[in-house]
T-cell receptor, first 114, second 114 residues
Framework: KQEVTQIPAALSVPEGENLVLNCSFT??????LQWFRQDPGKGLTSLLL?????REQTSGRLNASLDKSSGRSTLYIAASQPGDSATYLC?????????????FGAGTQVVVTP | DTAVSQTPKYLVTQMGNDKSIKCEQN?????MYWYKQDSKKFLKIMFS???????INETVPNRFSPKSPDKAHLNLHINSLELGDSAVYFC?????????????FGDGTRLSIL
């Protein structure tokens, strides 16, 4: 059974520091891994999607890496800003399911202080 | 323009009642999903429809019944509400069954059972 874990559960950094968020999964048989952002009272916003054949994806200040063999993904956010404060969730799509069923971690709550 | 919209945003009702949550997407996507986020913030898939056909049906009490009148709408009806149904319910959509395209989420419906 796939389990997705995110460490740490919460993180507070001063503005300007780089953020490093970790996601691990127990079954390496995945189609893809997605990183989402969730703001309080809001839905999820997809940040990056990494296919199982890819090693990383980049979008602006965001970079996500994927090491499928070790069951790990890392989301880097460069030069953090107060607007980056949110909960970040990772989710994997298992190969045992072809219909897009995502399995989520519990998230990392990030606070960036001015 | 709201891509995935859910109504109502908040729903407070008594145990034993029947209620419905509506979801509409204007992205032209083929696939829609319902997720439940419990008090511990874990997001779990409940149902998925592809072109109005049910493709994912997780272990959910049969008091929950999804209905897709067309591929732009996926509603969730809940009978005989119980205290444990209190959660945030998210609707999502994707272009195809999720393998290569990110899922787009609504803002959630916060259901509270008294």
């Amino acid at each position: 059974k796939q389990e997705v874990t995110q460490i740490p559960a919460a993180l507070s950094v001063p503005e300007g520091e780089n953020l490093v968020l970790n996601c691990s999964f127990t079954d390496s048989a995945i189609y893809n891994l997605q990183w989402f952002r969730q703001d309080p009272g809001k839905g999820l916003t997809s940040l990056l999607l990494i296919q199982s054949s890819q090693r990383e994806q980049t979008s602006g200040r965001l970079n996500a890496s994927l090491d499928k063999s070790s069951g790990r993904s890392t989301l880097y956010i460069a030069a953090s800003q107060p607007g980056d404060s949110a909960t970040y969730l990772c989710a994997v799509s298992p190969t045992t399911d072809s219909w897009g069923k995502l399995q989520f971690g519990a998230g990392t709550q990030v606070v960036v202080t001015p | 323009d709201t891509a995935v919209s859910q109504t109502p945003k908040y729903l407070v009702t008594q145990m034993g009642n029947d209620k419905s949550i509506k979801c509409e997407q204007n992205l032209g996507h083929d696939t829609m999903y319902w997720y439940k986020q419990d008090s511990k913030k874990f997001l779990k898939i409940m149902f998925s429809y592809n072109n109005k056909e049910l493709i994912i049906n997780e272990t959910v009490p049969n008091r929950f019944s999804p209905k897709s009148p067309d591929k732009a709408h996926l509603n969730l009806h809940i009978n005989s509400l119980e205290l444990g149904d209190s959660a945030v319910y998210f609707c999502a959509s994707s272009q195809n069954p999720g393998q290569v395209q990110p899922q787009h989420f609504g803002d959630g419906t916060r259901l509270s059972i008294l």
